[in-house]
């Protein structure tokens, strides 16, 4: 199985500051029809998952500018320019490259 | 709008089994795969399986392979996670969820699953 590690595991952060969520994979996302399929999810608490980004970099429906996805091959990031109160939550890289799909362990957003 | 409503929470004992439904409205059910995800208390996700409601194929994750039955009724757009000889690992909230290798873009409420004796 592919392995997903996320860091850091808990990020505080200043309103209207930035953060940054890294993932790495145990081997390569990109599937062997050319996309990398590389998603992120937040969890705010007591909801379900939430779509953010899918295939590295695209921003599902509805989901504010400020959350962008980059990366390559191993190596995954989400940042979010600019904190807002209702960004508080858990988010998590997910894999759909290759059966199972997997998780990062996730990172829990708070404010300081 | 697009949804899906799943059954209320189940307690059950160590070695019953457990069947989940997950009603889809707002979209054609027979398009979009369905995932089933769990989640422990405080703990991440973990992706159990998938099924195409159209077709009724099915993929399991190895980890739940003999155990886990994933099936639809597309007569009324609901799609059903059964897991077999639970344990009191198996308690978790599970969640269905719309969508492909392109990301699951819609999820259920989730479904709390007690196992206990």
């Known amino acids: 199985d592919i392995v997903m590690t996320q860091t850091p595991l808990s990020s505080p952060v200043t309103l209207g500051q930035p953060a940054s969520i890294s993932c790495r994979s145990s081997?390569?996302?990109?599937?062997?029809?050319?996309?990398?399929?590389l998603s992120w999810l937040q969890q705010r608490p007591g909801q379900p998952p939430r779509l953010l980004i899918y295939?590295?970099?695209n921003r599902f429906s509805g989901v504010p500018d400020r959350f962008s996805g980059s990366g390559a091959g191993t190596d995954f990031t989400l940042k979010i320019s600019r904190v807002e109160a209702e960004d508080v939550g858990v988010y998590y890289c997910?894999?759909?490259?290759?059966?199972?799909?997997?998780f990062g362990q996730g990172t829990k957003v708070e404010i300081k | 709008q697009v949804q899906l409503v799943q059954s209320g929470a189940e307690v059950k004992k160590p070695g019953a089994s457990v069947k989940v439904s997950c009603k889809a409205s707002?979209?054609?059910?027979?398009?979009?795969?369905i995932n089933w995800v769990r989640q422990a208390t405080g703990q991440g996700l973990e992706w159990m399986g998938w099924?195409?409601?159209?077709?009724?194929?099915?993929g399991y994750a190895q980890k739940f392979q003999g155990r886990v039955t994933m099936t639809r009724n597309t007569s009324i757009s609901t799609a059903y996670m059964e897991l077999s000889s639970l344990r009191s690992e198996d308690t978790a909230v599970y969640y269905c969820?719309?969508?492909?290798?392109?990301?699951?873009?819609?999820w259920g409420q989730g479904t709390t699953v007690t196992v206990s004796s």
């Open positions: 969820a719309k969508g492909n290798r392109y990301g699951m873009d819609v």
């Open positions: 707002g979209y054609t059910f027979t398009s979009y795969d």
């Open positions: 099924m195409n409601p159209n077709s009724g194929n099915t």
């Open positions: 081997q390569s996302l990109v599937h062997s029809d050319g996309n990398t399929y």
């Open positions: 295939k590295i970099s």
């Open positions: 997910t894999q759909a490259t290759q059966f199972p799909w997997t």
